[in-house]
């Protein structure tokens, strides 16, 4: 009897439980579908700030709602097969019955806990395109070559995603590499794919100009910010000083001799950026401004990063970027993660782009950080 009661206050505990989320579900679809109408008013549509805000916002919450159908679907389904077992004699379809019964309660948990990190505030920046820079770090000529080796590792992942990579402005190593190099990512959710590469990547391995054979440990930083929209910052151009040069490095004859590139300084905050990769000095200026823009936003960005590792362990690298997360160690063919303690033994396959693996397992630890302090 004691037996036949615990199991009648888990499975009420679980019903209230599910009709908990299906409420909170529901009423996510009504405002899904308010803001589906407003975007057809024509004051919305005038109001271009506005309108993208709301159509980022119908955007989000459409996965939230389309998990939720298939969520609701499932546990009807489930009442459904439950009925016909309490009412049905036929064995043949009570036999049916028992399979869906036994399938999608198997299924069911995955569904919510898919549903619940849905539910988690994400990080608004996650959907925006990104600007990557790697630079050289501590030892000389090998961690610039090792920058261009990290700078064509993402560059083949990038072609894997079917994401473009605009290159806006680069520093070539004296031995080949790079002492820095910026570009632009853009496709869908870079930022939010990209952001747990920030970091200083270490490398382990026989240097080029190494004549004796020994290994050598060199390093290299990646930054990966999210771009700021037109509309995230405005810049009195008042504060900014415009410098025009002649552009270095390849390009051809044309880019080289003519003045076309840009460098910019916000005089306020004292950033500076400049863009040289475009014959035309009017598309390096627009790239610049870009970049200003991006700069400008992520000054304030890296204090909402800051605040959320002051409150919980984070995946997510904070403007303190002097934080080792990885380490490539060629002898042993090995690649370490360190945040995680994930570690691979194909690091040429790994260099040819072949990242998403570690990627989904930060994401996976990052998911169960959010739903553990969601859950405080």
């Not at 908990?20 to 589906?36: A, C, D, P, R, W």
């Not at 475009?278 to 990063?305: I, V």
């Not at 040819?352 to 630890?365: F, P």
Request: hydrophobic share 35%; charged share 30%.
């Amino acid at each position: 009897m004691d037996f036949l009661y615990l199991r009648l206050i888990i499975r009420k505990t679980t019903e209230m439980a599910e009709n908990s989320l299906l409420e909170k579900l529901g009423q996510i679809k009504e405002k899904f579908n308010s803001i589906g109408t407003q975007l057809t008013d024509p004051e919305i549509i005038a109001d271009m700030k506005k309108y993208v805000q709301f159509n980022k916002e119908y955007k989000d919450l459409q996965v939230i709602v389309e998990a939720g159908d298939k969520y609701a679907k499932m546990v009807s389904d489930l009442e459904g097969a439950k009925s016909i077992l309490l009412t049905e004699k036929d064995e043949d379809l009570r036999e049916m019955a028992k399979e869906e019964v036994a399938a999608i309660e198997e299924a069911l948990p995955r569904m919510e806990e898919e549903i619940k990190i849905l539910l988690i505030p994400a990080d608004p920046q996650d959907s925006k395109n990104a600007i990557l820079e790697i630079r050289g770090g501590a030892g000389g000529d090998e961690a610039a070559i090792f920058a261009g080796d990290l700078f064509r590792m993402y560059t083949k992942y990038f072609e894997r995603r079917g994401w473009k990579c605009e290159v806006t402005n680069v520093s070539e190593g004296t031995a080949g590499g790079y002492k820095e190099i910026v570009c632009k990512v853009s496709g869908e959710k870079v930022y939010g794919t990209l952001k747990y590469e920030s970091g200083v990547h270490r490398v382990q391995r026989v240097p080029q100009t190494e004549t004796q054979g020994r290994v050598h440990t060199s390093a290299a930083s990646v930054a990966v910010l999210p771009e700021a929209d037109e509309f995230d910052v405005e810049i009195d151009m008042k504060d900014v000083r415009k410098d025009i040069f002649c552009s270095s490095g390849p390009g051809g004859q044309g880019v080289n001799t003519t003045y076309s590139a840009i460098r910019l300084t916000h005089i306020p905050s004292g950033i500076v950026v400049q863009c040289q990769d475009e014959r035309s000095q009017l598309k390096n200026l627009d790239k610049a401004m870009q970049e200003l823009r991006t700069r400008l936003y992520n000054m304030e960005y890296e204090k909402y990063l800051n605040d959320i590792t002051a409150k919980r362990k984070t995946m997510v690298s904070t403007g303190d970027r002097s934080a080792k997360i990885r380490t490539y160690n060629y002898p042993q063919s090995r690649m370490t993660d360190h945040r995680i303690g994930y570690t691979m033994y194909n690091l040429p396959v790994f260099m040819d782009g072949d990242i998403q693996e570690v990627i989904d397992q930060l994401q996976i630890a990052e998911n169960a950080e959010r739903l553990k302090a969601a859950g405080e």
